[in-house]
């Protein structure tokens, strides 16, 4: 382990961020409360935590969204059966 303190971007204590604890020996840090996980030099690593999720789904939901803006035939060119 790094020695590094790393806290949890969604939770505070005393006006600061709440410092995360190191899964045993492992790369790996989660919050005690919210259980927002971290892995050491693993920027890819998807947290399961409540937080991590919503934004996803929204992000989700945007690109889907903006998606089909971008392929719905305008009304123009629609055919009248």
């Given amino acids: 382990m790094s020695g590094e303190v790393h806290h949890c971007p969604y939770?505070?204590?005393?006006g600061q961020y709440r410092p995360m604890k190191p899964?045993?020996?492992s790369k790996e840090y989660r919050c005690s409360v919210c259980g927002h996980t971290i892995v050491e030099n693993n920027p890819s690593h998807l947290?399961?935590?409540?937080?991590?999720?919503?934004?996803r789904?929204?992000?989700n939901a945007t690109w889907?969204?903006?998606?089909?803006a971008r392929?719905?035939?305008p009304d123009t060119l629609t055919r009248t059966l």
């Fill in 23 to 25: 899964l045993g020996q």
């Fill in 47 to 55: 947290c399961a935590c409540s937080h991590c999720k919503a934004t």
């Fill in 57 to 59: 789904e929204e992000s």
């Fill in 11 to 14: 939770c505070s204590v005393g």
């Fill in 71 to 73: 392929l719905s035939v």
């Fill in 64 to 68: 889907r969204r903006e998606r089909h």
